[in-house]
């Protein structure tokens, strides 16, 4: 299981940074992943590593503002982020796709463990 938490309300141009606790073990192989939705809008992808090699890589509308790390000592995923918008406001999901991949992940649909979701509001 996921849990997601360190979502709040933040104004524009402050930071926030998000947790994933895994209660299970994560095997080197695994891919995890951070997505969000937004009101109004569909799931997209955020940002995803790899276990094994650590592989990152992140959507255009978030590189230079968010960093996706890892804790393999606390099975723990985070994404770190800055220079927050309003237009980031959405409820982020973390995702764990347990199968054997050296890259990252980018469709919701590769990913068949979720979190609970954490909501990020982002005032102007």
């Known amino acids: 299981q996921l849990q997601a938490s360190g979502g709040g309300l933040v104004q524009a141009g402050g930071s926030l940074r998000l947790s994933c606790a895994a209660s299970?073990?994560?095997?080197?192989?695994?891919?995890m992943g951070w997505f969000r939705q937004g009101p109004g809008k569909e799931r997209e992808f955020v940002a995803a590593?790899?276990?094994?090699?650590?592989?990152?890589d992140y959507a255009d509308s978030v590189k230079g503002r968010f960093t996706i790390s890892r804790s393999n000592a606390e099975n723990t995923m985070y994404l770190q982020m800055n220079s927050l918008k309003p237009e980031d406001t959405a409820v982020y999901y973390c995702?764990?796709?347990?199968?054997?991949?050296?890259?990252?992940?980018?469709?919701?649909?590769?990913?068949?463990?979720w979190g609970q979701g954490t909501l990020v509001t982002v005032s102007s």
């Open positions: 590593l790899t276990w094994r090699n650590y592989r990152r």
């Open positions: 299970g073990a994560i095997y080197s192989s695994y891919v």
């Open positions: 995702a764990l796709a347990s199968v054997d991949a050296s890259t990252p992940y980018y469709r919701g649909i590769e990913y068949d463990v």
